[in-house]
């Protein structure tokens, strides 16, 4: 079992930042790839980033050039560094370890995004 624990959501204005973080613990040493995805109000949950262990990254069209995904390895945690924020960021950011077929969830933070 692996346990994701995030922090860093909150209420900011449009054009501002905010860094996500996931932190992981438990059986983590097989996991690859971790990631985020976003569930917008009223939609599905989406992409976000993703990067692997080795520190390939990629982004959904919708953030490239804004956020910057990374992770830290000796410490098992991954970031999401969410820059020029625009209303349309506003949704509950999931973080996530682990293949599409056995992949593990953290419980979430709220990111507002104020125009």
């Known amino acids: 079992q692996v346990q994701l624990v995030e922090s860093g959501g909150g209420l900011v204005q449009a054009g501002e930042s905010l860094t996500l973080s996931c932190a992981a613990s438990?059986?983590?040493?097989?996991?690859?790839?971790m990631g985020w995805y976003r569930r917008l109000p009223g939609k599905q949950r989406e992409a976000v980033a993703a990067?692997?262990?080795?520190?390939?990254?990629n982004y959904a069209d919708s953030v490239k050039g804004r956020f910057t995904i990374s992770r830290d390895n000796a410490k098992n945690t991954v970031y999401l560094q969410m820059n020029s924020l625009k209303p349309e960021d506003t949704a509950v950011y999931l973080c996530?370890?682990?293949?599409?077929?056995?992949?593990?969830w953290g419980q979430g933070t709220q990111v507002t995004v104020s125009s």
């Open positions: 990067v692997t262990v080795d520190g390939t990254a």
């Open positions: 438990g059986s983590i040493f097989s996991i690859n790839t």
């Open positions: 996530y370890a682990g293949p599409l077929l056995q992949r593990y």
